[in-house]
């Protein structure tokens, strides 16, 4: 088993930044990847971003990139997603994710095993 701890959101103005952190505790070693996904109110859960474990390899969904960045501390076992430009349509529940099942690389909720519990971001304009 492996449990997921995010940590780092909150309440930002529009334009700024906010790092989200997570920390994978338990049978961490078959780590295959990590993504952060995202729930709006009355929206299905959304693909982030994602990064692989053993090479750093990252992706980003197209609303996104160049804005967010997602990277790992392999040591710490930890992944963090650092947002710049925040916008108001960012506000949502941030969930972290981690994929045991090696070659899966996929963005879909069900290409994940474990989920964090989330952590509420609030952009206000």
């Known amino acids: 088993q492996v449990q997921l701890k995010e940590s780092g959101g909150g309440l930002v103005q529009a334009g700024g930044t906010l790092t989200l952190s997570c920390v994978a505790s338990g049978r961490t070693f078959s780590t295959y990847s990590m993504a952060w996904f995202r729930q709006a109110p009355g929206k299905e859960r959304e693909f982030v971003a994602r990064?692989?474990?053993?090479?750093?390899?990252?992706d980003y969904t197209d609303s996104v990139a160049g804005r967010f960045r997602i990277s790992r501390d392999r040591p710490g076992n930890r992944v963090d997603l650092q947002m710049n430009g925040l916008k108001a349509e960012d506000t949502a529940i941030y969930y972290c994710?981690?994929?045991?099942?090696?070659?899966?690389?996929?963005?879909?909720?069900?290409?994940?095993?474990?989920w964090g519990q989330g952590t509420q971001v609030t952009v206000s304009s």
């Open positions: 990064i692989r474990w053993r090479d750093g390899t990252t």
């Open positions: 994710a981690l994929c045991t099942r090696f070659g899966t690389w996929g963005i879909d909720s069900g290409d994940f095993d474990y």
